[in-house]
Structures are given as C-alpha cells and as structure tokens.
C-alpha cells in the first residue's frame, strides 16, 4: 500500500497530473453551466414544461453535496488512483446516460450518476496533486490545474447555445465522453495512488454533515426560484442547525470526518472564510451579466455569451501572472488588493445605462477575469499552505464543499439583490436595468468589504509555496 507520501515522484507524473486534474475541472465546470441555455430545447424534446427541468440542475446540485464530503476517506480507504478513475467512469456514464434520456425522470438519475462522479473526481484529483508536489512547486501545478474552473462557467453557456442551435441537445452530454476517456487513459498510467494507512469512517459525523450541505443547496437552489420567502428560510436554517449539530459531533468525536482542529490552521481558516465571503459577489456576475444583456437589452443569449467570452482569454494571462506576483507582495498584500480591486469592477458595470453599448461591458468582463483568476488561485493555494500531511484529505475536502456552497450563495445572493431591485418600481423608475445597475453596487461593494478577511493572514504566510 502506498503511504502519504512517495519516496519520489517520477518528472512525466509530475508534467501530466496537473493536466490530469484540469481535464476533469474543465468536464465539471462545463457541465454545470453548459446545461442553462439548454433547457427549453431539452424541454421541447422531451415534452416537458421549462420550469420542471430545473430538477434536472438540482439533482446534479444535491448530489455532489451529499457525496463530496465523503471523497477525502474513499482516497485514503481505496488509493486516489482507483477512486479518481472511478468517478471519470461514473461521470462519463452519466453524461452518456444524459445524452439517451428519452424523459424528465431519466435525464434526473442520469445527472445524479453524474453528480456522484463530479463529487469525488475534482476533490480526489486535487489530493493526488497536494500529495505529488512540494509546497513549493504546488502554486505552480494548481495554478495550472484550476483554469478550467475559470473558463468553464464563461464557455458553457456559449458552446450550449450553438450545440442547441446547429446540433442537438445530445451533444452538450456527449462532449464529456472524449474528454472523460483522455483523463482515464492518463490516469490509468500516470495518476499516483495514495492511501491513508489509517481508517476509521465517522458514519455519524458524514450524515449529518451530508445533511447539512442538502439542506443548504436545497435553500439555495429554492432562493432562486420561489416567491415565498420562509419556507426557504426554515430549510436553511435547518442547514445551519445542522452545522451546529456537527460541531458539537466532531468536538467530542476521536476521528471526525473534518477535524476541527483544522480551523486552528490560520491560512485554512482564513482561506475557506475568504473563499466563501468574496465569491458572494464574484460568482454572481457569470448569471447577471449574460441575464441583464438578453432581458434588459433585448439580446440573444449566443450574444451574451460572446460578451462574457474575453473573461476566459485573461484568465489564461492571470495564470502566467500569478506566480509571480504572489512571489514579489506575498499572500496577504495581493488577496486583499486582488480582492477590492474585483469588487470595483464589479460596480463599474453598473455605469453603462440601458442606451448605451452593451460593448461597453467587454473591457470591464475582460480585466475582471484576469484578476479573478489571481484571485481563484491565490484562495486556493493558501488554504492549504499550511496543512499537515495528515490533514491534507479532510481539509481538501472541506475546501471544495465549502466552494461549492460558495457558488450556490453567490449566485442565490444576487438573484435575491436583484428581485429586491426589482420589486421596488420607484426606486428603478420602471426600468429592469436599473434593478440590474443596482445590484452590481451591491454585490461589488460586498466584495470590496470581504477584502478585509485577508488582513488576517500575516505577512510571511504562503511563502512556502513560492517557487524556488
């Protein structure tokens, strides 16, 4: 059995894991967002209403909140190895099974297939890398890894609607089966198998966790498609309580499933705080941005898409960029710069009013992902900067739920801002725009606000992941 860390990594493992991981970041990412322009043609075909096809998101949704708390254990119990390439069979199956859904119900459990699959495949493939690399050469390897996640979301909705457009629905499922067979074929020769000589599952500790991480999707996922407010509310607050009752699990728990002692790692502890308050606003933008172009000015959604494209090229400039500024200021100077500066842009896009050209937005989109994608890495790398080897599968763990509920509140906290806007005819002068305008306000200056979290980190922190 191979223990926590290889006596030495061979050079090709170390070139090829990190793409590895991106292919599966990218399937993932892809498939969240692609599906969105999508549904009233899959809707169409399947003779269902639109508004029952958000049970074909919500599924995917809830399922990777139930079983990504879990993918730390199955690695160490099982090898990285075998439970990554299990999850890119599971989610290639999935999207094949998507792809040959003649119903509404079909479609469901094959998106659950693949929510499984999606739950395991990016936190197991980002424990493979944490164990393959020096801390050093780490900001590197993850650096490269996580782009995806940034063009993901920007390509979806775009490659979505030309494959509704000029193929067919089909296609959006079955463009994961190549991407999917590559990642298997490089696994299965070069993708290192870790396991923990040490198990012990706390069954009790991942339920009511699991619980929790349900109950909260479930509130999110419902914030953006209700009228009535309280009924959410309780389910998240059952979410809340839940957190609760897991705290007072894992203090008393000799082996919870995620130690608290891992919030007495400061970089952790300032990381998932970090991550979770400032893509409030970050990840609202992908959703208003192409929603205000189609509603308030009347364009396609092809059209939308192309607007919020340019983000994905200065992601890839962010990347050759960040190394080396997180060389030269350090962590702490560039999250908290990095982090007002996002939420500037932000509430830049409220200048544009409804007659002017929605190719004023372009330059704006454009310097936001370059920066966010500093962002993104920089978050990522420090939240596990400091973590013992021990604690590198529960921790990676946490750390991608914890993005996951992330994104659902963002995006929830926006549609909310904007329904507010909306609602308040006086306040906008009857025009949806405005309602729009104000919530990039908000949502941005939230942004800027959530910089401060940073000032918690020191300045030497993170700098044993600077390159040598």
Not at 43 to 71: C, G, H, R, W
Not at 208 to 217: D, N, W
Not at 360 to 381: C, D, E, H, K
Not at 394 to 410: E, H, K, M, T
Request: glycine letters at 8%; proline letters at 4%.
């Amino acid at each position: 059995m191979t223990t926590l860390a290889p006596v030495q990594t061979p050079e090709i493992t170390k070139k090829l894991l990190p793409m590895i991981l991106a292919t599966s970041i990218f399937m993932q990412m892809l498939d969240s967002t692609i599906l969105n322009t999508s549904l009233p043609a899959i809707a169409k075909d399947l003779n269902e209403s639109p508004l029952n096809m958000q049970n074909a998101i919500i599924s995917y949704v809830l399922t990777l909140a139930v079983f990504m708390p879990v993918s730390g254990f199955l690695a160490d119990k099982f090898g990285t190895k075998k439970v990554f390439i299990f999850s890119l069979i599971l989610f290639s199956a999935g999207s094949l099974f998507c792809s040959l859904s003649g119903n509404l119900t079909e479609l469901v459990i094959a998106r659950m297939l693949q929510g499984v699959g999606g739950s395991l495949m990016t936190p197991v493939g980002k424990l493979a890398l944490i164990r393959t690399f020096e801390k050093h050469e780490l900001l590197k390897a993850m650096n490269f890894a996580i782009i995806p996640a940034l063009i993901g979301p920007v390509l979806g909705p775009l490659v979505g609607g030309y494959m509704v457009d000029y193929l067919s629905w089909h296609w959006i499922f079955l463009i994961n089966i190549p991407i999917g067979l590559l990642g298997i074929a490089l696994s299965l020769k070069y993708m290192p198998d870790y396991k923990s000589p040490i198990i012990d599952f706390d069954l009790k500790g991942f339920l009511i966790f699991a619980a929790a991480s349900l109950l909260l999707s479930i509130a999110l996922e419902l914030f953006g498609n209700t009228v009535h407010v309280t009924p959410v509310l309780v389910v998240l607050l059952s979410g809340f309580l839940m957190l609760y009752f897991y705290y007072r699990h894992a203090s008393k728990d000799n082996n919870p499933i995620f130690p608290l002692d891992l919030f007495q790692v400061r970089t952790f502890r300032v990381g998932i705080l970090g991550n979770l308050a400032t893509r409030l606003g970050i990840s609202a933008i992908p959703l208003l941005l192409p929603m205000m172009i189609q509603i308030a000015y009347g364009r396609s959604a092809v059209t939308s898409g192309w607007i919020v494209a340019p983000m994905a090229i200065t992601a890839m400039f962010g990347k050759s960029a960040v190394i080396g500024i997180l060389d030269r200021f350090g962590y702490r100077a560039t999250l908290m710069t990095n982090t007002i500066i996002i939420g500037i842009l932000i509430c830049s896009m409220a200048i544009p009013a409804v007659n002017a050209s929605i190719y004023w937005y372009m330059p704006i989109i454009a310097i936001l992902g370059f920066f966010n994608s500093i962002q993104f890495t920089a978050m990522n790398t420090i939240s596990i900067a400091d973590l013992r080897q021990y604690q590198t599968s529960s921790g990676n763990s946490l750390v991608s739920v914890n993005q996951q509920l992330a994104i659902g509140f963002g995006v929830a906290f926006g549609l909310l801002v904007l329904k507010f806007f909306q609602g308040d005819v006086k306040l906008i002068h009857d025009e949806i725009h405005n309602a729009f305008r104000y919530t990039f306000l908000v949502v941005g200056t939230l942004t800027i606000l959530s910089g401060a979290i940073f000032r918690r980190l020191h300045f030497k922190d993170g700098d044993n992941m600077k390159s040598e």
